[in-house]
Each structure stands twice: as C-alpha cells, then as structure tokens.
C-alpha cells in the first residue's frame, strides 16, 4: 500500500535566504489575492468563472509587465502552485455549496499569516542541506529522517522560524492485520470536560485524558493578544507588530498539539488493535460548545488526533471505524442501546429504559467501541444492537 506522510524541521537560513523566503512568500500572495479578486470580479460582474488556466496563462504577461516584473525572479512553479492552492479553495468552496454546507468563500491572505509557498518539484536533500530552486542550498534541523519519495516541499513561516515541510510518499507492504478482537478494541469519545475519554477490552476499562496544560496556559495570553490586534488599525505598524506577537503563539501552540497529540495516538495505536471512533464530521461535535478560542484549540486538536489515529492505524494494518457514520452515539444508551434525546448540560446519561446511570463521554465511548465492533464483524445496521448487548455483557 501507498503510505503518504508528512516530515516538517525547522530552517536555518541566513539573512540573505529569509529575505528570498519573504518574497517568495509575498510573491505567492500576491499572486493568491490577485486571482482571487479577479475570480470575485468576474463572477459578481458577469457572472463568469475564471478558471486556473486562465490565471497561469496570464503569468508570462505579468512577468513582462513593469509592474509585476519583479515577478520573473520567483521560481516559477512556486507562483503556478499559489495559483493551484487558489483554484483548490474554490474547488472547495463549490463542493460544500453542492453539499449544502456553510460554504465559507474563499479569503485574502494576510501578511503576515501563514506565509509560505511550495515547490511540486525539483528540491534536493543532501545531508542536512536542503536544495530549493532559486534560493539554493538552506540548512535545516534534521531531528529525524525522511522516509519515502518527496512528492512536495512547502517552506512555511511559523511565528519567529521557518520550516520545510516535506510530503512523501513510499509503498510499504500491506501489514498483517491482527484479528478483530474485543479484548484489544477500544472506543474513543472526543469532549470539552476531558480530551478524550476511552472504553477498551471486554470490560470497557475506562480511561480519562485530560486537557492538555497548553489548553489553559496560553489562553489568557491568546486572549489579550487577540483583543490587543483587534484595536489595532489594521495594517498599521502596531497592527503588524501584535499580528507577529500573535502568530508568534500560535505557532508555540501548534507546536505543543502535536507532540501531545502524537505521542497519545502513537500509545493507543500501539495498545489496541480495533480503533472505534466518533468521526469529527458529526453535527454533534459542533453543539458540543459555543465557538471560541479555547474550543477553537481543541477543534484543532481533536481534528489532528483523529487523523493521526487513522494514518497510524492504517501504517500498522489495525483496524479503524468511524462510527458516526452509523448513529449517534451521544443519544445511545451503551447498556440497553434505546435512544433519548440528550441536552448539552447533561454529564450523565440516565437510562429511562434500564435505569443506569453512566458518564455521558464514557457512555458514547462504549457505544462507539461496540458500534464500531459490530460494523467490523459485518452485521446489519438494525442488528447493530446486539453489539452493544455483548459488549455490556447484559442480556436483553
Ligand atoms: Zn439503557
């Protein structure tokens, strides 16, 4: 199978080379922000679509055009994937139009925010050396090695640093799967209270993770520095200066979600063989809390986790279900499987068929893990139930 894998270290450019990074940055924003523009024109005014050839063939013009001449001095590749990351958002965009989803229409980048730009092609690595086309040899912290063929190199700012980013692919041979077995599955439920809560073996032993300490430690200082940028004028150079404070520490909690979040999936996937899962797609997810910044970080977590989960399990042959896909499991009484309607405030589920009374993450969990069973041994969905039955142990 095609394992596709993403390595990320840290730069070690000189002056020279950041000041290329930052226009070849801009250069890709530039880009970006005119295409978009341009998109939003035409279809406001003519209700026309532009569509990426349109704007790739314009790049030999604006290379020879005074104004945009600095152009020529970017890699040219790296102006045509800003250009494809462009054409990517809208693509986006219309499919969640077509899906009847809040669709979300493209944005202008920022200075300043997510600055970076990609190479398809053409970038070399020797050693701890790493060849981007145009800008040369840059030195990078290699913290472990690269693993499979690199298919694309992005070179990011992140706060005060910049990194590359290198996405690989390599062909491994399909794993063993291990047999589908209660004793080693475990089901996963994702919340505000705690990160995760999770149910495994036959008993549905119950495990709590806690927030991250990241998750209230840098909140207070996110807060004043969100509230500082907002009474800034934009674009001033106050505004600027909060802006890089800001993304500053954003880039420290980035930083911080995926070690946590890297070390707890690796630890699951090493101890389990059956992974069963929520899914992030779930509309109760998003009832689960109001939209701020503290929800925002654990958004951004559990979403990283669940992915790290799948790619992790895949790696090793071990079974993953998304059971979100099958029912609610929030609403499920894991001892009876009857249904009730649950409210946000509600901490515990209170069986009004079977009376038990249970903690609601660690209810979903012991749904997900038996739902998630159930869907792997290959039964019906409206036998979906007698999953659950076994794995309480209860009888009906
Ligand atoms: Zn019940």
Same mark, same amino acid.
Request: hydrophobic fraction near 35%; charged fraction near 30%.
């Given at each position: 199978?095609?394992? +596709?894998?993403? &390595?990320?270290?840290?730069?070690?450019?000189?002056?020279?080379?950041?000041?290329? &990074?930052?226009?070849?940055?801009?250069?890709a924003r530039f880009l970006y922000n005119r295409g978009l523009e341009q998109r939003k024109t035409a279809y406001e005014k003519e209700e026309k679509t532009i569509t990426y050839y349109d704007q790739n063939n314009e790049l030999v013009a604006l290379k020879k055009d005074?104004k945009t001449?600095?152009l020529?001095?970017?890699?040219?590749?790296?102006l045509q994937q800003a250009l494809q990351n462009l054409d990517r958002a809208f693509q986006n965009f219309f499919q969640r139009v077509k899906e009847g +989803?809040?669709p979300g229409f493209p944005k202008f980048k920022?200075?300043?925010?997510?600055?970076?730009?990609?190479?398809?092609?053409?970038?070399?690595?020797?050693?701890?050396?790493?060849?981007?086309?145009?800008?040369?040899?840059?030195?990078?912290?290699?913290?472990?090695?690269?693993?499979?063929?690199?298919?694309?190199?992005?070179?990011?700012?992140?706060?005060?640093?910049?990194?590359?980013?290198?996405?690989?692919?390599?062909?491994?041979?399909?794993?063993?799967?291990?047999?589908?077995?209660?004793?080693?599955?475990?089901?996963?439920?994702?919340?505000? +209270?705690? &990160? =995760?809560?999770?149910?495994? /073996?036959?008993?549905?032993?119950?495990?709590?993770?806690?927030?991250?300490?990241?998750?209230?430690?840098?909140?207070?200082?996110?807060?004043?520095?969100?509230?500082? #940028?907002?009474? %800034?004028?934009? /674009?001033?150079?106050?505004?600027?200066?909060?802006?890089?404070?800001?993304? %500053?520490?954003?880039?420290?909690?980035?930083?911080?979600?995926?070690?946590?979040?890297?070390?707890?999936?690796?630890?699951?996937?090493?101890?389990?063989?059956?992974?069963?899962?929520?899914?992030?797609?779930? =509309?109760?997810?998003?009832?689960?809390?109001?939209?701020? #910044?503290?929800?925002?970080?654990?958004? =951004?977590?559990?979403?990283?986790?669940?992915?790290? #989960?799948?790619?992790?399990?895949?790696?090793?042959?071990?079974? &993953?279900?998304?059971? /979100?896909?099958?029912?609610?499991?929030?609403?499920?009484?894991?001892?009876?499987?009857?249904?009730?309607?649950?409210?946000?405030?509600?901490?515990?589920?209170?069986?009004?068929?079977?009376?038990?009374?249970?903690?609601?993450?660690?209810?979903?969990?012991?749904?997900?893990?038996?739902?998630?069973?159930?869907?792997?041994?290959?039964?019906? +969905?409206?036998?979906?139930? #007698?999953?659950?039955?076994?794995?309480? /142990? =209860?009888?009906?």
């Amino acid at each position: 199978m095609f394992l +596709k894998k993403g &390595f990320k270290y840290r730069l070690e450019p000189t002056n020279a080379q950041q000041e290329l &990074f930052a226009q070849f940055a801009g250069s890709a924003r530039f880009l970006y922000n005119r295409g978009l523009e341009q998109r939003k024109t035409a279809y406001e005014k003519e209700e026309k679509t532009i569509t990426y050839y349109d704007q790739n063939n314009e790049l030999v013009a604006l290379k020879k055009d005074e104004k945009t001449s600095w152009l020529s001095n970017i890699h040219s590749q790296v102006l045509q994937q800003a250009l494809q990351n462009l054409d990517r958002a809208f693509q986006n965009f219309f499919q969640r139009v077509k899906e009847g +989803k809040k669709p979300g229409f493209p944005k202008f980048k920022c200075k300043g925010v997510h600055d970076s730009f990609r190479y398809p092609q053409g970038v070399k690595i020797e050693g701890e050396n790493v060849y981007l086309p145009k800008i040369g040899w840059v030195q990078f912290r290699k913290s472990r090695e690269i693993q499979g063929v690199v298919k694309q190199t992005t070179v990011v700012r992140e706060g005060d640093h910049w990194y590359v980013s290198f996405s690989t692919e390599r062909e491994i041979p399909d794993p063993a799967s291990p047999p589908i077995s209660e004793e080693k599955a475990v089901g996963i439920d994702v919340g505000l +209270k705690q &990160f =995760a809560t999770m149910a495994s /073996g036959l008993e549905n032993r119950p495990t709590y993770i806690s927030n991250p300490r990241f998750f209230s430690e840098y909140l207070p200082r996110l807060r004043v520095l969100s509230r500082r #940028l907002s009474k %800034k004028v934009k /674009g001033s150079k106050n505004w600027h200066k909060a802006k890089k404070q800001l993304s %500053k520490l954003h880039a420290k909690i980035r930083h911080c979600r995926e070690d946590f979040v890297h070390k707890l999936s690796t630890n699951i996937i090493n101890s389990h063989d059956v992974i069963c899962v929520e899914g992030l797609n779930v =509309a109760n997810l998003l009832e689960k809390g109001t939209r701020n #910044l503290s929800r925002a970080i654990a958004d =951004a977590s559990w979403r990283l986790f669940l992915r790290c #989960l799948e790619y992790k399990a895949k790696e090793k042959g071990k079974h &993953f279900v998304e059971t /979100g896909k099958y029912f609610p499991s929030t609403q499920t009484c894991s001892a009876c499987g009857s249904r009730k309607k649950m409210e946000l405030s509600d901490r515990e589920y209170r069986c009004p068929n079977c009376s038990i009374v249970i903690e609601r993450d660690l209810n979903s969990a012991i749904v997900e893990k038996a739902a998630g069973m159930s869907v792997l041994q290959g039964l019906q +969905k409206n036998h979906i139930f #007698l999953g659950i039955v076994r794995a309480c /142990g =209860a009888t009906p």
